[in-house]
């Protein structure tokens, strides 16, 4: 019994209890994380100018949207993807 106290004092056993707390911590939050259930939706704009000002170079090219002169015509790509874990499904979106 003597020999039992000894070794719960000794600073070895001070020491192994101190890295068995702090692993329990760092491991406790690392599940927690890779647990965490979210739906974080990101997205990215991109848009390229096609057409800006031309009448200026070209006075006899003329577009046209139906029966309106467009001046400056720009092509977007919008790219949205999901970043959390969680599946965003068609209720979520308004």
Request: hydrophobic share 45%; no cysteine; proline share 3%.
């Amino acid at each position: 019994m003597e020999a039992l106290t000894r070794f719960v004092q000794s600073p070895l056993f001070v020491l192994m209890g101190l890295l068995v707390g702090v692993a329990g911590l760092a491991l406790g939050f690392i599940f927690y994380r890779w647990s965490r259930r979210a739906k974080e939706p990101h997205w990215a704009i991109r848009s390229n100018n096609l057409v800006s000002s031309f009448t200026a170079r070209f006075p006899l090219l003329e577009i046209r949207y139906g029966s309106a002169k467009v001046e400056n015509l720009t092509v977007s790509k919008v790219l949205f993807w999901n970043h959390g874990t969680e599946t965003i499904d068609s209720n979520d979106i308004d």
